[in-house]
T-cell receptor, first 116, second 113 residues
Framework: GAGVSQSPRYKVAKRGQDVALRCDPISGHVSLFWYQQALGQGPEFLTYFQNEAQLDKSGLPSDRFFAERPEGSVSTLKIQRTQQEDSAVYLC??????????????FGDGTRLSIL | AQSVTQLDSQVPVFEEAPVELRCNYSSSVSVYLFWYVQYPNQGLQLLLKYLSGSTLVKGINGFEAEFNKSQTSFHLRKPSVHISDTAEYFCAVSVTGRRALTFGSGTRLQVQP
């Protein structure tokens, strides 16, 4: 497809389980971002990749969160030992350029994660 | 660190009426400013951006925003809204050298017939 694709769209997990969320950016896009959006809130930055390099992971809330983009295209966000406060929509976005003047313009529809 | 405040959590307005969604920011360095729209169960779509130059920025769907440095504001306006404009609107800021966007908490625009 032409847009950013995220899977699964919905994920329900029990507290303590590990989850993996996938993002397929637009082909050829250099920059890839992950954001976390809690219910009723604006998105909060998690991490940023330029190609396969993770240049900024300052937003990851704990060491239970891990992101990778090994070949510079598809990215996976992994959450270990999930907790209820991890329940949120996880948004992925990509951009063709890697300068600050060009914000993420193409967002996926997100993965809604619910931790029981 | 920078922050964004969207003063109104909800804005009800009648169709074809004008609307202004308010956004104020705080930063110790120069910023880039953005507005995004989010329709239910979808990701964000960039409406417009201010990088430099003219303080009046025009975006998609008839929206525009004005950057006011002295008031640290970047309010979004539309002269005549449509039912289809009903959505959540987010103001965001970034700073030079950092790709991360800082978002406000959003304003829900509810257009009524």
């Amino acid at each position: 497809g032409a847009g950013v694709s995220q899977s699964p769209r919905y994920k329900v997990a029990k507290r303590g389980q590990d989850v993996a969320l996938r993002c397929d950016p637009i082909s050829g896009h250099v920059s890839l971002f992950w954001y976390q959006q809690a219910l009723g809130q604006g998105p909060e930055f998690l991490t940023y990749f330029q190609n396969e390099a993770q240049l900024d992971k300052s937003g990851l809330p704990s060491d239970r969160f891990f992101a990778e983009r090994p070949e510079g295209s598809v990215s996976t966000l992994k959450i270990q030992r999930t907790q209820q406060e991890d329940s949120a929509v996880y948004l992925c976005a990509s951009s063709p350029l890697f300068v600050a003047e060009y914000p993420p313009q193409h967002f996926g529809d997100g993965t809604r994660l619910s931790i029981l | 660190a920078q922050s964004v405040t969207q003063l109104d959590s909800q804005v009800p307005v009648f169709e074809e009426a004008p609307v202004e969604l308010r956004c104020n920011y705080s930063s110790s360095v120069s910023v880039y400013l953005f507005w995004y729209v989010q329709y239910p169960n979808q990701g964000l779509q960039l409406l417009l951006k201010y990088l430099s130059g003219s303080t009046l920025v025009k975006g998609i769907n008839g929206f525009e925003a004005e950057f006011n440095k002295s008031q640290t504001s970047f309010h979004l306006r539309k002269p005549s809204v449509h039912i289809s404009d009903t959505a959540e609107y987010f103001c965001a800021v970034s700073v030079t050298g950092r790709r991360a966007l800082t978002f406000g908490s959003g304003t829900r625009l509810q257009v009524q017939p």
